[in-house]
């Protein structure tokens, strides 16, 4: 399953990839051309990744962890992996909700089908509670696998669908420029 959503992906198809600075710290714009809406800066530093602009995954931007760079955001990289270098897991009660109607999908436990019920109930009162209620909740059925610890599937799908884009014009830009050509000496 992947984080990135179709409108994500419709989005991004009209995006073109300029340079912007080279050297120490490399940068690119992606987005439509003579426009800032729904363009992203991907600055490439000594320290990591910045993402910032318009469109960036959290609301101000993402920075990732240290130690990776161009070549490996222009790569092929796991929706999981890449999340897991830009973004912090927290309770989303989206993913709670959804896990709450799948329990199999976060309880390594069998459960009855009483069990099963009560799971369902508490999906369908979760509107009106956070995580601690249903904390509280799970705990009271024996369990203490609290549901809805993840990405938020909004900034996931951002990042993903931003990190796949970049690869696919970078790829596209560098299979277009001229390569050196080898001495014979």
């Not at 992947?2 to 714009?29: F, K, W």
């Not at 309770?91 to 390594?108: G, M, T």
Request: with cysteine; hydrophobic share 35%.
């Amino acid at each position: 399953m992947s984080y990135i959503a179709d409108h994500m992906r419709q989005s991004l198809a009209n995006h073109e990839l300029t340079p912007v600075q080279t050297g120490v710290v490399t940068a690119y714009r992606m987005g439509r051309p003579h426009t800032r809406m729904m363009s992203t800066l991907i600055l490439f530093t000594p320290e990591g990744i910045a993402l910032m602009g318009d469109l960036t995954p959290e609301r101000h931007g993402s920075i990732s962890a240290l130690g990776y760079g161009l070549d490996w955001f222009a790569g092929t990289l796991s929706e999981d992996y890449l999340c897991k270098k830009f973004l912090t897991t927290r309770w989303v009660h989206e993913l709670a909700i959804n896990e709450l109607r799948d329990p199999r999908s976060y309880l390594r436990e069998d459960i009855t089908p009483e069990t099963g019920a009560r799971l369902d109930e508490i999906a369908h009162e979760l509107a009106d509670h956070g995580c601690e209620w249903v904390a509280e909740q799970i705990m009271d059925l024996g369990f203490d696998n609290v549901p809805g610890f993840g990405y938020d599937p909004g900034e996931a799908g951002w990042l993903c669908a931003i990190q796949q884009r970049f690869a696919e014009l970078y790829g596209q830009a560098e299979a277009r420029s001229p390569k050196p050509i080898a001495s014979s000496d």
